[in-house]
């Protein structure tokens, strides 16, 4: 039986060669406008929020840029701003998210520069905001967002890469559809085959440092805990020694994603101690799917861990696109 997430994984490279083909002088226009900007604001929810933290660090490993990543009721509540010179980018693949919503019409208050990434067009924050990156990747249905988060990650690195003239991340955005289409294809049976024998655990740890937290973040609280059902925690490489290292013990699942960052450093000292008290360690490594830069990471590992949590899914018997109270909630009428 194939859920409307397998399709939906499949359309991902689809996705990219479309949102770059109606939006790229848009996404070009939009870095001249932000590289003048003092501070600049991400702001998104579950696996929007995640694409921001990625992006965020992938770009303050090159460059010290003022981006500061928020949840949006964190924005709309806690957050004071001041200095008017500055931007901010609110991502949400429905367009409806109400957390987001409330941080976009604070900014429209305050006056800031706002840019929304969304997939629906006809959506209230589209309608609302002072300009629109549409993905163009067809209607969405899964909970676990595929080409929807891809092409929301993409549109995000290539403004923010864009807005610092790096040619080179910029070329290799656009060569990704082709790499991904190679990894969809080949990694699904390889996953299918480790959801079976993991089918049975309750809970999993996500670790990854750099721009593969944000990935971690995404697998642990929308991936594995929204698609598949299952108990996640995701950690900061460097903060498994200050948590983690206390529960870890004989038989526990950690998912583990390296792309050899400087500080994969401590995510291998991570793996190494998993191994040496009998957890059960699934590494996913960047070098075992291509050679493009490592910034890019988080969109090269993402396909393989999607099969993971889809078969995973499917071997409990759950449609890995469904959810059992999340459409109860999304008005926060029950919060």
Not at 76 to 84: E, Q
Not at 182 to 209: P, R, T, V
Not at 232 to 240: D, I, M, N, T, V
Request: aromatic content about 10%; proline content about 3%; some cysteine.
């Amino acid at each position: 039986m194939k859920y409307k997430m397998y399709n939906e994984l499949q359309d991902q490279p689809k996705s990219i060669i479309n949102t770059l083909k109606h939006e790229k002088s848009h996404m070009k226009e939009i870095s001249e406008k932000f590289k003048d900007f003092d501070k600049i604001y991400l702001v998104g929810c579950g696996s929007s929020l995640s694409t921001c933290y990625s992006v965020r660090d992938a770009l303050s490993m090159l460059y010290d840029t003022n981006i500061e990543v928020f949840t949006g009721y964190e924005f709309f509540y806690h957050k004071k701003i001041s200095n008017k010179n500055a931007g901010v980018i609110f991502t949400s693949q429905s367009g409806e998210t109400v957390d987001t919503i409330a941080a976009l019409r604070k900014s429209q208050k305050i006056g800031i520069e706002n840019v929304v990434i969304t997939n629906e067009k006809n959506s209230t924050m589209a309608k609302e905001c002072n300009d629109v990156i549409l993905t163009r990747c067809g209607r969405e249905s899964a909970i676990v967002a595929t080409k929807t988060y891809v092409t929301q990650l993409f549109s995000l690195y290539y403004i923010l890469f864009g807005m610092k003239e790096n040619k080179k991340i910029i070329k290799e955005l656009e060569a990704l559809p082709k790499i991904l289409r190679k990894i969809i294809d080949e990694s699904e049976e390889k996953n299918k085959i480790l959801a079976k024998k993991y089918k049975d655990k309750e809970i999993f740890y996500c670790i990854g440092s750099g721009p593969n937290y944000g990935l971690a973040y995404k697998l642990a609280m929308t991936m594995l805990m929204e698609g598949a059902h299952k108990h996640a925690c995701p950690l900061y490489s460097g903060e498994f020694k200050h948590s983690l290292v206390e529960r870890i013990e004989n038989g526990i699942p950690v998912i583990i994603l390296n792309a050899d960052f400087p500080g994969d450093k401590l995510t291998i000292q991570a793996l190494e101690f998993c191994k040496k008290v009998g957890a059960d360690v699934l590494l996913y490594d960047m070098k075992d799917y291509c050679d493009i830069d490592k910034l890019l990471s988080p969109f090269v590992l993402v396909c393989p861990l999607e099969w993971f949590v889809y078969y995973l899914a499917h071997y409990n018997g759950k449609d890995p696109g469904s959810t059992r109270h999340i459409d109860k909630i999304r008005n926060n009428d029950d919060l």
